[in-house]
């Protein structure tokens, strides 16, 4: 019989986030988002008035990756740039069909958030009791 390996945090928890991702992936996809689609979406009506170079900072993206992204979204009627004059930075923001399709991808994550707190009520309390921790502690 194989020796069963130590438990490792680090690899239960990476191996939870693309079982994770990946059911997030799925609930998104009759969307038309992928999630960092749904991700820079977010940033975006986050921070309205956020520049190319911020959001792919933020994102951790190439700039050129947020410019493709962005003019596909502008295309689909998502996002619009505020800047009233060519040459200024742009000013992106999400318009009302941007504001539908985050509301809509909110409720598949809210789907999948019960589902995974119902099959794993002590796991999703843990994990919401040391995102709480980590954020009252000083940087």
């Known amino acids: 019989m194989p020796e069963i390996p130590p438990f490792s945090p680090t690899v239960t928890l990476l191996t939870m986030g693309r079982i994770w991702e990946s059911a997030l992936a799925e609930a998104l996809k009759p969307l038309g988002l992928t999630t960092r689609k749904y991700g820079l979406l977010g940033h975006i009506r986050g921070t309205p008035g956020i520049s190319f170079s911020d959001l792919a900072r933020r994102s951790r993206i190439t700039v050129q990756s947020a410019h493709a992204t962005i003019a596909a979204f502008a295309a689909d ?55 709480v921790d980590l954020m009252a502690k000083p940087r």
């Open 77 to 131: 009627g998502l996002v619009e740039d505020a800047t009233a004059r060519a040459g200024a930075a742009s000013r992106l923001q999400v318009t009302e069909a941007g504001e539908r399709l985050l509301a809509e991808a909110a409720q598949k994550l809210a789907e999948l958030d019960a589902e995974f707190a119902a099959a794993h009520p002590g796991l999703t309390e843990a994990l919401r009791l040391h995102v």
